[in-house]
């Protein structure tokens, strides 16, 4: 049976378009997950990763599952059975990190806002007057049901004067937006592969902070996963002798080395400049066809933009004629926003205003 | 930075070779996990999940991540705290899966037997006699640290009429030696890909009967892991509206079709024949070299040969040797066999007299 998938242009909330070179290293043949030349290649998206995600952290690597296993890693790793926690909600994912805790059985400690707002440090202080001491503190840097991109120095600071971690879900910030996990001193943090890095879906990069580690190392418990559990996981990825823990999906770390040089050739900050021109090009291409952001423009995310559809039309059918007549996705809202809302996302190799003008020149005759 | 791999050869125990059709179906472009496309893909996914597994099982999907996490979803999703359960142990991979059960709270019975051996009705009706009435009975039908084929229909009567469900590893046997899943009331089966599916490792193909569903939807507590939570990734894989739960890996999942389709191209039993006839051949010519078959002959898995080196042989550095000058992956030992054995795989695409003779070749000018 043969699959021929359709050529799309992914304009929603992720997968965005692949580069070329991205799926041609996939179609490399195999090679053993313990072949040291497989080894030496991990190193390099290990180095990459840090370069990317501007850290030195050591324990810095590739979760063998999407995004989603990612949040699960690190709130699995850090939590234990009676920890406090404090999760911030404004939208779909903060709610999933407060799931995870709670099945991680710590007590959860919710700060939520109204969806497509950002989490306000005055927020943050109502929950750390009631849990002053929480174990960690953790909020969502870019919402990918509403698109808001939540400013990170001053809660951090006031996570780290509680004296707890900062993790960090940064899935659709990352290689999209200016984010440092050093300088802003992020102790765990999660992301993806197939929003601005372009890669496929199905791989997670995470870092740990040296505190992240020693809370790691402090556990009176077990890791409720065994499939993530750091502390063997990290014996494959940064042991001195490389572990087996589990057989590594070789080809989508391939895939994940092209993307990551593929940031590193165009440089972060021109790849941060690059989705903040082409956002500015959307934007004001979709406020004259009369959609309306749903996020204050303070705290939007230039590389996922969530909008209401001009008054009357059908948001489904629209998206489906988008898709069946000019091969174009765009996202629907999820949640609250379900059939409410767009999401249009430019991220990585989607990024430019040929698909800008793609989605604006079918718009135009549809609407 | 561009990465080249070497083209291996690849005799361990997995990945093993992948057919060109199945690296280039990774080659295709990216589309959107909720692709009306994607979804009937998934679709046929699932039908030849189905037809390779002999089952009529409506949960039959694949986990979006490598075996290990198929095992996980298994045991997170039918045990709760408290549960009573028996794992049978002859090697690593039993093991692990009682790693997994005692993290899921439940009360562990372990029927352990000498690594190589396999699980005799006696060993079973031993803890049986001490824990009659366990919740499910897991054992490995295949097991990849040793290479023993686990005989199933006298186990899988003891463990039914015990009321338990049986739960399988599967992961090494798949599509590779006879496996029926609804003639061997089997309750809860994963595999993984890279073995004799011959795709690349990342997914992780799992089966539930009605009677593990039924468990499942009876559970008093939340599933630990969100991510493996089948209460909710169903309604993704088997729902009549497709729920978003996490993004698939979308081009593992062109990957696997393929694959399946070449199974079934070439036929579950005359793959099953070819797997059996090659590892004879292999088998004799290893022998006249000195080779000593680790697991007797009555329970030796064909595609997986586990031998002892001829004496006086360095196994690491004969290994290193076949990967430096031959381009040769075989496997080492796990456990209490490192050092000792070689785990010699013939699976899938790597299953042809030419490998064994490549192999052989290389071994008669190296010794």
């Not at 710590?106 to 005055?122: L, N, R, S």
């Not at 592969?193 to 418990?221: M, Y």
Request: charged share 20%; net charge negative; proline share 5%.
């Amino acid at each position: 049976m043969n699959f021929n998938p359709t050529a799309r242009i992914l304009m929603g909330p992720g997968p965005s378009d692949a580069h070329p070179r991205v799926l041609r290293a996939m179609a490399a043949p195999l090679m053993g997950h313990l072949d040291p030349e497989f080894v030496r290649m991990m190193d390099e998206v290990k180095a990459m990763t840090q370069q990317t995600l501007l850290t030195e952290n050591h324990l810095t690597f590739v979760v063998s599952a999407p995004g989603s296993a990612g949040m699960e890693t690190c709130l699995v790793n850090l939590l234990e059975p009676g920890d406090e926690c404090i999760i911030c909600i404004n939208g779909v994912f903060g709610g999933r990190m407060a799931d995870i805790a709670d099945r991680c059985g710590a007590t959860v400690h919710k700060v939520e806002v109204e969806w497509g707002q950002i989490i306000e440090p005055a927020d943050l202080k109502k929950a750390l007057d009631k849990c002053p001491a929480p174990k960690l503190v953790a909020l969502v840097h870019a919402e990918t049901s509403t698109g808001a991109l939540q400013p990170m120095e001053e809660i951090s600071e006031m996570v780290h004067d509680a004296g707890a971690l900062l993790v960090v879900d940064a899935v659709t910030s990352y290689c999209g937006v200016p984010l440092k996990v050093d300088e802003w001193k992020i102790d765990a943090l999660y992301s993806g592969t197939q929003k601005c890095l372009s890669a496929p879906p199905g791989l997670s990069p995470v870092t740990f902070s040296d505190a992240a580690v020693k809370t790691l190392e402090n556990r009176k418990t077990k890791v409720q996963s065994w499939f993530l559990d750091l502390s063997m996981v990290k014996n494959y990825w940064a042991g001195a002798k490389r572990a087996y823990h589990h057989t590594a999906p070789v080809s989508s770390v391939y895939a994940i080395h092209q993307a990551l040089s593929l940031v590193l050739e165009e440089g972060l900050e021109k790849r941060w400049a690059r989705h903040r021109e082409v956002h500015l090009y959307l934007r004001g291409k979709l406020e004259n066809l009369g959609f309306r952001y749903l996020v204050d423009e303070a705290h939007r995310l230039p590389n996922l933009n969530s909008v209401f559809l001009p008054e009357g039309l059908d948001e489904a059918k629209l998206r489906r004629q988008l898709l069946d007549d000019y091969n174009i996705e765009v996202g629907g809202g999820l949640g609250a926003f379900a059939g409410k809302i767009w999401r249009i996302g430019i991220m990585g190799e989607s990024c430019t205003k040929n698909h800008v003008n793609m989605l604006v020149g079918a718009l135009e005759e549809l609407i």
